[in-house]
């Protein structure tokens, strides 16, 4: 079955852009981040939660290290995780990745950075946003897909993002 875990704190903390704070800082914002979870029985999506406080200013992209990997199983390799924005802020503050779906590919979490999922956050709006460490701000959605005959590939997995085009 598969799963999500986190990324060593190692990963995170290369990953996660934050400068001028502590290690024993970073580490308890890294403790503090929960794994996805459904909010209620029928949701489809799993959230992902903000690792810490940020002040999303106008106009601005940001990269959150969300500081989670996904692991699928042998038998699970026709899976694919999507990452969207949480509807709620898309439809109040316009909030969206820059390249509309997160695609995590069912082999991400053997790249090199441990598979960590890294979300690049757009305010395209002309207000602040503040995001709360703990708050829901994207959702994973595992679907099953399908490889028609003659387009399959047994290449391996190296690297992370735009790997599989080099």
């Known amino acids: ?25 970073l580490r308890e914002w890294f403790d503090a981040i929960p794994l996805p979870k459904q909010a209620t029985a029928g949701s489809a999506g799993m959230d992902f939660h903000m690792p810490f406080n940020l002040d999303f200013e106008a106009g601005s992209r940001m990269k959150i290290a969300t500081g989670m990997r996904w692991v699928a199983s042998e038998d699970e390799k ?11 802020l898309g439809f109040k503050y316009g909030l969206r990745l820059p390249n509309t779906i ?17 979300v690049c956050f757009e305010n395209p709006s002309n207000e602040n946003v503040k995001l709360a460490a703990g708050q829901p701000f994207v959702q994973g959605i595992i679907v099953k897909y399908e490889v028609p005959e003659g387009a399959g590939s047994e290449d391996v ?5 735009g790997s599989t085009s080099k």
């Open 157 to 161: 997995r190296t690297g992370g993002f």
């Open 102 to 118: 997160g695609v995590i590919d069912s082999d991400y979490c053997e790249a090199d950075n441990e598979g960590h999922i890294l």
């Open 1 to 25: 079955m598969s799963h999500f875990e986190k990324v060593s704190f190692e990963q995170w903390k290369a990953d996660c852009g934050v400068k001028g704070i502590s290690d024993d800082e």
């Open 78 to 88: 026709d899976r694919v995780l999507l990452i969207v924005p949480r509807s709620g």
